[in-house]
């Protein structure tokens, strides 16, 4: 990949982390004061593989937990993952209307614990103010106060960490402050939250009590226009990235909502899975060998999440890819 340079900025490919054999289907990214990477799964193809993944940044598996099921500590749909500042991680399902809650500080010594840290569950279904339907992305503000998106209800709510409701705004709609399914969200630097606002085809921003500021990206197809965007991450310069679920792609804006650059995936090396399993699988590697193309595999196919770490890297799940591609942000020389 080459990189891209913009107003100061240099945006790079950095690594691939994951493959079939970790992931299923990741739809949700999280990150905790060590800078350990959970990946939420929520597919399967043929064999179910539901649960979150504890990563180091470099692809080493350090556990994993949740699993697929109705039970206490399992998930049916979920959505978003949230680690706290304790090191509790929370994962929303928007099939059971529920925010579960587990102790991500376990010894896992890579093993998969299925519901052995699971703590306790908040949430109750329907449309009145404290109810759930249908949560998404979910985030924790300075407090540690947690905003939701609720697509059924097309509002975002804010719960206490045990689930006491505190506020919610929005209604369906198109206008200013306005919802359609909204999707994933964030808190910056100084406490304001962005939505993205998958059924309107924009990123909204708002004050941390609700009340609207600005909005930015327009249906479109072209650069900085946005198709179903799922989900949104501010770095600490208050640079805006967005994965565009609908075409493949990410884009990113400056604070202003200025648009900067264009991601669509430049996947070219293999994660260390990847190689791994080609070393073990001789017949696989030589049937590789023979493609002479690899382009369509390096792009984005269906981002879904995003995150960012304070040292400049940028998260991205790409899920139908099966995979976490990565990118790095530097100040350009």
Same mark, same amino acid.
């Given at each position: 990949?080459?990189?891209?340079?913009?107003?100061?900025?240099?945006?790079?490919?950095?690594?691939?982390?994951?493959?079939?054999?970790?992931?299923?289907?990741?739809?949700?990214?999280?990150?905790?004061?060590?800078?350990?990477?959970?990946?939420?799964?929520?597919?399967?193809?043929?064999?179910?593989?539901?649960?979150?993944?504890?990563?180091?940044?470099?692809?080493?598996?350090?556990?994993?937990?949740?699993?697929?099921?109705?039970?206490?500590?399992?998930?049916?749909?979920?959505?978003?993952?949230?680690?706290?500042?304790?090191?509790?991680?929370?994962?929303?399902?928007?099939?059971?209307?529920?925010?579960?809650?587990?102790?991500?500080?376990?010894?896992?010594?890579?093993?998969?614990?299925?519901?052995?840290?699971?703590?306790?569950?908040?949430?109750?279904?329907?449309?009145?103010?404290?109810?759930?339907?249908?949560?998404?992305?979910?985030?924790?503000?300075?407090?540690?106060?947690?905003?939701?998106?609720?697509?059924? =209800? *097309?509002? #975002?709510? /804010? %719960? !206490?960490?045990?689930?006491?409701? @505190?506020?919610?705004? $929005?209604?369906? &709609? +198109?206008?200013?402050?306005?919802?359609?399914?909204?999707?994933?969200?964030?808190?910056?630097?100084?406490?304001?939250?962005?939505?993205?606002?998958?059924? =309107? *085809?924009? #990123?909204? /921003? %708002? !004050?941390?009590?609700?009340?609207? @500021?600005?909005?930015? $990206?327009?249906? &479109? +197809?072209?650069?900085?226009?946005?198709?179903?965007?799922?989900?949104?991450?501010?770095?600490?310069?208050?640079?805006?990235?967005?994965?565009?679920?609908?075409?493949?792609? #990410?884009?990113?804006?400056?604070?202003?909502?200025?648009? @900067?650059?264009?991601?669509?995936?430049?996947?070219?090396?293999?994660?260390?899975?990847?190689?791994?399993?080609?070393?073990?699988?001789?017949?696989?590697?030589?049937?590789?060998?023979?493609?002479?193309?690899?382009?369509?595999?390096?792009?984005?196919?269906?981002?879904?999440?995003?995150?960012?770490?304070?040292?400049?890297?940028?998260?991205?799940?790409?899920?139908?890819?099966?995979?976490?591609?990565?990118?790095?942000?530097?100040?350009?020389?």
């Amino acid at each position: 990949m080459e990189a891209i340079s913009t107003r100061g900025r240099v945006f790079r490919y950095s690594h691939t982390i994951g493959n079939v054999s970790l992931f299923r289907y990741p739809v949700g990214l999280g990150l905790d004061a060590d800078n350990n990477l959970y990946v939420l799964n929520r597919g399967h193809d043929g064999d179910w593989i539901f649960g979150v993944n504890k990563m180091t940044v470099d692809e080493g598996l350090l556990g994993k937990f949740g699993g697929n099921g109705e039970s206490d500590g399992r998930f049916l749909w979920p959505t978003s993952i949230v680690v706290d500042g304790a090191g509790l991680a929370y994962v929303a399902d928007e099939w059971l209307n529920r925010i579960s809650v587990y102790d991500a500080t376990v010894e896992f010594n890579g093993a998969d614990i299925a519901e052995g840290n699971y703590l306790r569950k908040w949430g109750a279904a329907g449309s009145e103010e404290g109810q759930l339907n249908a949560p998404a992305g979910m985030a924790l503000d300075e407090a540690e106060d947690l905003y939701i998106s609720e697509q059924g =209800n *097309h509002r #975002v709510s /804010k %719960f !206490t960490r045990d689930g006491r409701f @505190l506020m919610s705004f $929005g209604s369906e &709609g +198109s206008g200013a402050g306005e919802f359609r399914k909204p999707w994933g969200l964030t808190v910056d630097g100084q406490g304001c939250l962005y939505v993205a606002d998958w059924g =309107n *085809h924009r #990123v909204q /921003k %708002f !004050t941390a009590g609700g009340e609207y @500021l600005a909005s930015f $990206g327009a249906p &479109g +197809s072209g650069a900085g226009e946005l198709n179903l965007p799922s989900d949104v991450a501010v770095d600490e310069d208050g640079d805006v990235y967005v994965t565009d679920w609908g075409r493949d792609k #990410v884009e990113v804006y400056d604070a202003g909502g200025g648009h @900067l650059a264009s991601l669509y995936g430049d996947a070219e090396n293999l994660s260390k899975r990847s190689r791994e399993y080609l070393e073990l699988n001789i017949a696989d590697n030589e049937k590789r060998q023979m493609v002479t193309n690899f382009e369509p595999e390096f792009r984005f196919t269906m981002p879904t999440a995003v995150e960012v770490d304070g040292q400049g890297r940028i998260f991205i799940a790409d899920s139908a890819r099966l995979r976490v591609q990565v990118y790095r942000k530097d100040a350009q020389g």
